[in-house]
């Protein structure tokens, strides 16, 4: 089993549409859990960290379910600036440092 | 916000020549970094952890001979793919730790 998994995607949207992302982890120590947006040929950038609590930032939403080692990221009201590859990423240390990666999930979203 | 810098963004050279890449941390000093290499549609492989003034520690699989590591100072590591071969073309890039991890642009090695 990969340490990191996604939804296998891509995704096509339209614009103004809700899609969600989800990701599984096999390491239940894992420490801390992130959502980077990669663009074609660019370095990851990073979207949003995720909490047990759920976060949101502006459209985004992420949640985490320690119990099913499950993260989600959910992107309303998309916009043609969404297309990118999402990446789910956790980390694989105790000091919470080394980042593992899912492959990514494609979004693209069309007017 | 943080800015890390990688140096060459491309190079293409000739199978069996050695390719040298830096990462250089701009605004933060980074005890330790990070090189992942990237296949097409693939995800980030981590290959090493380079800690400053100390040897790397290379993931599983990673060859430490043919992926030589230094981490010099607080704001450069660098990476040299010895002897490259075109199976070693990929898209390498480093990241360094601040509050979260900061990743470089990128480098992307061709060997012909």
């Known amino acids: 089993r990969k340490e990191v998994e996604q939804d296998p995607g891509p995704f096509n949207v339209p614009e103004g549409a809700t899609v969600a992302f989800n990701c599984t982890y096999s390491?239940?120590?894992?420490?801390?859990f992130f959502w980077y947006r990669q663009d074609c040929r660019k370095e990851p950038k990073l979207l949003m960290s995720?909490?047990?609590s759920g976060n949101e930032d502006g459209r985004f939403t992420a949640q985490l379910n320690r119990a099913s080692q499950y993260i989600s990221l959910l992107i309303r009201d998309s916009k043609l600036s969404d297309s990118a590859t999402y990446l789910c990423?956790?980390?694989?240390?105790?000091?919470?440092?080394?980042?593992?990666f899912g492959k990514g999930t494609t979004l693209s979203v069309s007017s | 916000g943080a800015v890390v810098s990688q140096h060459p963004s491309w190079v293409i050279c000739k199978s069996g020549t050695s390719v040298k890449i830096e990462c250089r941390s701009l605004?933060?000093?980074?005890?330790?970094m990070f090189w992942y290499r990237q296949f097409p549609k693939q995800s980030l492989m981590l290959m090493a952890t380079?800690?400053?003034?100390?040897?790397?520690?290379?993931e599983q699989g990673v060859e430490k001979d043919k992926f030589l590591i230094n981490h010099a100072s607080l704001t450069l590591s660098t990476l040299t793919v010895t002897s490259a071969h075109p199976e070693d073309s990929s898209f390498y890039i480093c990241?360094?730790?601040?509050?979260?991890?900061?990743f470089g642009p990128g480098t992307r090695l061709t060997v012909l």
């Open positions: 605004d933060f000093q980074a005890t330790t």
């Open positions: 390491n239940s120590a894992s420490q801390s």
């Open positions: 990241s360094a730790y601040g509050d979260f991890q900061f």
């Open positions: 990423v956790v980390t694989s240390n105790q000091a919470g440092t080394a980042l593992i």
């Open positions: 380079s800690n400053e003034g100390s040897k790397a520690t290379y």
């Open positions: 995720v909490y047990s």
